[in-house]
């Protein structure tokens, strides 16, 4: 997952199960009628150390969530009345807020044996549910998000019903791509980071020039507004939308067609870029989000005032009528934000929920703003849509892999639109292990699933839909969160927090409706602590992993050493395999061990300098001997990256990852965690082994690119008996 605050950078694994202590000195353990109460709304009372020990969660931290479930636990005598009204709910409701069920499996309804029961389709249909002493619904049911209706007497009662692909398909064979950070990747043609135009050039040359089968980027989700940005995309305003600072400015079609006083001002703009763009590649600059979109949003406003022909007006109307409320919400609250300031619970009181009167008198006062933004939204897509289009015409068999950020910004517009469906006061984080003793706090709003489900998924689902729609693979961050998430409530340490459970069977029918109609793969990153059966879970739906060789190890011992390096042939073949990640050390500083260098630089050390180096020489020193032990490196050979990648084609890995900026030798982590204004986290380009930014036109011409291509192209080939290219790409619904 993205490391937010920081994170562990082993897989464990927990469960639940009574602990004796609260998770503070300072906190009273819960009553029992409290915590059958937690229990009962799906949060657990105590979670695993990671040591073999239980920790309980203080009574305070448990009334804290169950407030932010809309459950009033303040004093005995209200959990006992809470728990008496969920009981008499359970008891009244006849039917569940929302079913989901497999296709190909009969499920069986607990409903009154004298209840009728039929389902509307989703295209219209109706499905009739024979009467009987027991109820199942039919295994033959269509693929969809229908609506079950039960009539008893002369009560009614309806529910969501999703229908969902028991499996996704598979990949249509192993392959291998690039992880990139796009802002990193700057072409000469940027306006002073990776654009949508930088997208699709790297998608063609890498896959037309190297074999490559797909390119993982970083999310490219709305920001927040305003200067200074948050510059992690992993702290998006809107995980809805895509960010218009990404967008190529002269591939936009109104771009040929402005008048020759519009373009003189579009050639006056075009050169404050290219100062900016020269900043970045020739004096080893930063990338500055702020300084790129304050002039893109010049030359945007520009071109708004192009006409549209009236082919471009019917694109563009259907986008608006294909978006719908969506569109109008995120619109409206980017007009409402510049006027207002980018925290929306700052706005007067009545602007402060979409459905309000003033809401709607701001939007009409707001129409030319609004119309701008939704305007910004379509050009976006348009990019979007035509690199993807590019990878696929290039022979990418998988083609652009877009991820899907855990959350979004507390202050951004998907915390106000969904704040029905988010919980107040509350932010996602990690408890305390052995590798972070003071928890994680990512600052990020958790959806309700009790309002989610409620809503019958729908807002989860429109999440999924768009992240897929130009997409061949989609990557969920922290996917463990389909399951449970580490709940903080606000004003506590992350060390007072409680895990809150989410129904990860609708969770993950809907993650699976949801790409199989859009025909994409789905990447679970699932690093970090995972209890048991949660990997399992994911590999019987057919959604991959990731995995990280450095933190592949056979912790049992039963092949050697405790600890030793996992042999190739017992890693899971459902995940994507690579070296690093966008918040991990680079291959070149892990060989060279710049990467405690520069965590002892910044006083991120957990132990003094010479241990820790000690530690790092060792764990190269057991990758050394396990790769010249399997013919892989030379004896008295150092490790290198050809030998680290021969070992992961080794492996049975689906997907081989390489991360773009290895092939240049470039050592800085693009994200260190534990780190905020000590390191220019999100704002390095790509670069070499000496610091040289690095263009994408001499990445193209680099011998380590080259040379990966032939390694893994080659040896991938020789694994499956074909070649890279020519395999038959999945059928794509709704597109």
């Known amino acids: 997952m993205a490391a937010y605050l920081d994170r562990s950078e082993e897989h464990r694994d927990e469960s639940s199960a009574p602990g004796p202590a609260p998770d503070e000195p300072g906190e009273d353990a819960p009553s029992a009628a409290l915590a059958a109460l937690a229990h ?64 190909g499996r009969r499920t069986a309804l607990d409903a009154p044996a004298a209840a009728r029961l039929s389902i509307e389709l989703e295209d219209g249909g109706d499905w009739q549910l024979p009467s009987g002493r027991s109820h199942w619904l039919p295994a033959d049911l269509p693929l969809g998000r229908h609506t079950l209706h039960l009539r008893l007497a002369d009560r009614t009662e309806s529910a969501t019903l999703i229908v969902t692909p028991d ?65 992690s995309p992993y702290r998006p305003s809107s995980r809805r939308f895509a960010d218009p600072v990404h967008l190529r400015i002269e591939a936009l079609p109104e771009y040929a067609y402005a008048s020759a006083a519009d373009r003189a001002a579009l050639d006056e703009l075009a050169q404050r870029a290219g100062r900016l763009r020269a900043e970045v590649l020739e004096h080893d600059g930063l990338v500055d989000r702020d300084a790129v979109w304050a002039v893109k949003q010049e030359a945007l406003r520009v071109l708004h005032t192009v006409p549209r022909g009236p082919g471009r007006e019917a694109a563009y109307q259907a986008f608006v009528r294909r978006e719908g409320d969506w569109l109008e919400q ?147 961050d922290h996917v463990m969160g389909l399951f449970r998430l580490w709940w903080v409530p606000a004003g506590h340490p992350p060390t007072q927090g409680a895990y809150v459970r989410y129904d990860a069977e609708a969770m993950l029918g809907v993650l699976a409706l949801e790409a199989h109609r859009a025909g994409t793969a789905v990447i679970g990153e699932d690093l970090g602590t995972v209890e048991p059966g949660v990997r399992e879970e994911l590999t019987a739906r057919g959604v991959l992993g990731t995995s990280v060789l450095w933190f592949e190890r056979d912790w049992t011992g039963k092949e050697g050493a405790k600890g030793a390096p996992l042999a190739p042939e017992r890693w899971r073949p459902g995940c994507l395999a690579t070296l690093t990640t966008h918040d991990l050390p680079s291959t070149a500083a892990r060989l060279g061990g710049d990467h405690v260098e520069l965590r002892h630089r910044l006083g991120l050390l957990a132990h003094p300098l010479a241990e820790e180096q000690e530690a ?58 534990g780190t905020w204004d000590q390191y220019p986290n999100w704002r390095l380009p790509v670069a070499d082994r000496a610091g040289t930014p690095v263009t994408l036109e001499r990445l193209a011409t680099e011998p380590g690119a080259l040379a990966l291509h032939e390694l893994l192209g080659e040896g991938l080939a020789r694994a499956s008996g074909r070649g890279r290219h020519g395999r038959p790409t ?6």
Not at 59 to 86: F, K, N
Not at 192 to 209: F, I, N, P, V, Y
């Open 616 to 673: 790092a020489a060792a764990e190269l020193a057991d990758w050394r001997a396990e790769l010249t032990r399997r013919g892989l490196l030379e004896p008295g050979a150092a490790v290198d990256q050809q030998a680290l990648y021969r070992f992961l084609l080794a492996t049975p890995a689906e997907l081989v990852g390489v991360w773009l900026p290895d092939t240049v030798g470039d050592p800085r982590p693009q994200n260190l965690p």
């Open 730 to 735: 999945p059928p794509r619904e709704g597109r």
């Open 330 to 476: 995120y619109a409206g609250w980017t007009a409402l934000a510049e006027q207002h300031g980018s925290d929306w619970h700052a706005w007067p009181k009545g602007l402060r929920h979409p459905g309000s009167p003033q809401v709607a008198a701001a939007r009409a006062e707001l129409a030319e703003q609004i119309e701008f933004h939704r305007w910004l939204a379509w050009l976006v897509d348009e990019q979007l849509s035509g690199a993807q289009l590019a990878a696929e015409r290039a022979g990418m068999a998988v083609g652009l892999i877009h991820d899907l950020a855990i959350g979004c910004h507390p202050h951004g517009a998907d915390s106000w639109a969904l704040q029905d469906h988010l919980a107040g006061d509350i932010s996602v984080g990690a408890p305390p292990d052995a590798f972070n003793p003071h928890g994680q706090d990512w600052g990020l709003p958790p959806w309700r699933p009790d309002a989610l489900a409620a809503a019958g998924y729908a807002p989860f689902a429109e999440l999924l839909r768009a992240a897929a729609r130009h997409a061949g693979a989609i990557r969920i």
């Open 167 to 231: 499996r996704l398909a598979p990949l249509p064979g192993r392959g291998w791509g690039f992880l990139a950070q796009l802002y990193s990747v700057l072409s000469e043609r940027s306006w002073g980071m990776g654009d949508l135009g930088d997208l699709a050039e790297l998608a063609q040359w890498s896959a037309g020039a190297l074999g490559a089968d797909f390119l993982q980027i970083n999310p490219l989700h709305a920001g927040l507004p305003g200067a200074p940005s948050d510059p």
């Open 40 to 103: 009962a709304h799906g949060v657990d009372s105590s979670y695993d150390a990671g040591d073999g020990d239980f920790v309980q969660v203080g009574a305070a931290t448990l009334i804290a969530v169950l407030a932010a479930l809309g459950v009033d636990a303040s004093s005995p005598e209200a959990v006992e009345r809470e728990l008496r009204l969920h009981r008499e709910a359970a008891a009244e409701r006849l039917l569940p807020r929302c079913l989901v069920a497999r296709a």
